[in-house]
């Protein structure tokens, strides 16, 4: 379990995420989905723990912000690295 894995792991996930639709988002965001899993590295295939929060960035059906947590589940490696973006109607096709 390393911080370089799970900065690679972070950015996967999260461009995953950045590929949905504004319309996949707002269920997400309509449900406060908050995701808690385990992702394996892409070179050692250890298990990362994994938060995915969706939610409104400020009042529903406006811009929907994702945030994306990966932590070493208390193993104090790295602690935790973050992300997030926001995704906003008006911006919903690019």
Same mark, same amino acid.
């Given at each position: 379990?390393?911080?370089?894995?799970?900065?690679?792991?972070?950015?996967?996930?999260?461009?995953?995420?950045?590929?949905?639709?504004?319309?996949?988002?707002?269920?997400?965001?309509?449900?406060?989905?908050?995701?808690?899993? %385990?992702? =394996?590295? =892409?070179?050692?295939?250890?298990?990362? =723990?994994?938060?995915?929060?969706?939610?409104?960035?400020?009042? =529903?059906?406006?811009?929907?912000?994702?945030?994306?947590?990966?932590?070493?589940?208390?193993?104090?490696?790295?602690?935790?690295?973050?992300?997030?973006?926001?995704?906003?109607? %008006?911006?919903?096709?690019?």
């Amino acid at each position: 379990m390393t911080e370089a894995e799970a900065r690679h792991v972070l950015e996967d996930v999260l461009v995953r995420y950045q590929r949905n639709s504004y319309d996949q988002l707002c269920d997400a965001a309509h449900a406060c989905e908050r995701i808690n899993g %385990q992702v =394996p590295g =892409p070179v050692t295939g250890t298990l990362y =723990p994994i938060i995915i929060a969706t939610e409104w960035a400020e009042a =529903p059906d406006g811009d929907i912000r994702v945030t994306v947590v990966v932590h070493d589940h208390g193993a104090n490696r790295f602690g935790y690295v973050a992300a997030e973006f926001v995704k906003s109607p %008006q911006r919903a096709e690019a």
